[in-house]
């Protein structure tokens, strides 16, 4: 199992840009997010998704789109990027809301936004 | 959402123990996780207490009182290796099969020989 992916690993952007951050997970896992990390503010949820074609929005979500039409991908769409949306993302998954369900990370994607 | 406070940093000697805190506030508590992070990779998963007590694995132990809405993990026998961050996180279940996890800004633990 490869576990969690992303892609890319580096990325910059001007202004306005758009661009989809890739997340893959091979373990058939139906729950699966994203977040957003900025020094001094911990993990911030911008959205989950419980399942293929259900998707919903977390602490973050503007600025920020998802669909999730299969059980494996959930991309991650900025439309216009911004120099606020400079941070490192990283999109992990679990297999429910179960007792002693743990979320796996994949490596984080860095972006900067100029 | 959730208040999550723990520490910022902490500093201690190889072969030492070190306790980092974690307070939260939460409506629908649904367990609490510890991760560790090192500089520049992902989170991995230490432990997870749902019910009051300690829970112990090896060097790491991490404890929990709903009532209190406190948790703390003890790392002990310290090692350089166990120089990283370390983040508190409450899970939120809203309903059935739909949960948020949320977490604290983490706590940065350096251990010095």
């Known amino acids: 199992n490869a576990g969690v992916t992303q892609t890319p690993k580096f990325q910059v952007l001007k202004t306005g840009q758009s661009m989809t951050l890739q997340c893959a997970q091979d373990?058939?896992?139906?729950?699966m997010s994203w977040y957003r990390q900025d020094p001094g503010m911990g993990l911030r949820l911008i959205h989950y998704s419980v399942g293929a074609g259900i998707t919903d929005q977390g602490e973050v979500p503007n600025g920020y789109n998802v669909s999730r039409s299969t059980t494996e991908d959930f991309p991650l769409r900025l439309l216009s990027a911004a120099p606020s949306q400079t941070s490192v993302y990283f999109c992990a998954s679990s297999v429910s809301g179960g007792y002693q369900e743990t979320q796996y990370f994949g490596p984080g994607t860095r972006l900067l936004v100029l | 959402g959730q208040n999550i406070d723990q520490p910022t940093e902490m500093t201690a000697t190889e072969g030492a123990i070190v306790q980092i805190n974690c307070t939260y506030q939460?409506?629908?508590?649904?367990?609490l996780f510890w991760y560790q992070q090192h500089a520049g990779e992902a989170p991995t998963f230490l432990s997870y207490?749902?019910?009051?007590g300690l829970e112990e694995k090896g060097r790491f132990s991490s404890f929990l009182s709903r009532s209190k809405g406190y948790s703390y993990l003890l790392l002990k026998e310290l090692q350089m290796k166990d120089s990283a961050s370390y983040l508190c996180a409450v899970r939120d279940l809203l309903r059935s099969n739909d949960y948020k996890l949320s977490f604290g800004a983490g706590t940065t633990v350096t251990v010095r020989a």
């Open positions: 939460t409506s629908g508590f649904n367990g």
């Open positions: 207490n749902v019910l009051d």
């Open positions: 373990m058939n896992h139906e729950y």
